[in-house]
């Protein structure tokens, strides 16, 4: 494992221990009488960094969720071709999510968009979700084009 791949599984990790400290600290508060006011912008800048790095890292390392029963038993020329075919329509998934949600932060720039109390810009959030799928993206399409063995 590199060092970047080290850096990031550490980034997002800090970014679910601080999603649960948010929350933890916003129940306490609310049960105690003193409410965390914004703890749910907090939080959802958490698990967007979080959820994105996580994308990003289980792409890498070739980590998502798969069903093998039938993969398994192609030869290997067939199991290349099916892991191409895999990585095809998860790229095309994957430039969907990416193609609306730049349409969105396109269109939404100007409105200099922020939550309502603690004044989070959505448009730096939409950016780092972009950045991770546009990286996903490209992993995606280098392996459709030039699998290497693992």
Known sequence: MNKLTQLAIWGGGAALLAATAIDTVAV???H???????S???MQVAVLIAGSIGLLIATLDRAH????????RLSPLWRDRAERLSDLITLLFVL???AGSVWLAADLWGGHEQSELL?????VLRAIANICLLVVAAILAWRVVARRPN
């Open 40 to 42: 749910i912008e907090m």
């Open 28 to 30: 306490i508060g609310r």
């Open 65 to 72: 969720a798969r069903v093998k029963l039938l993969s398994d």
């Open 32 to 38: 105690v009488g003193i409410p965390v006011a914004g």
């Open 119 to 123: 004044g989070i810009p959505w448009s």
């Open 96 to 98: 969907a999510l990416l």
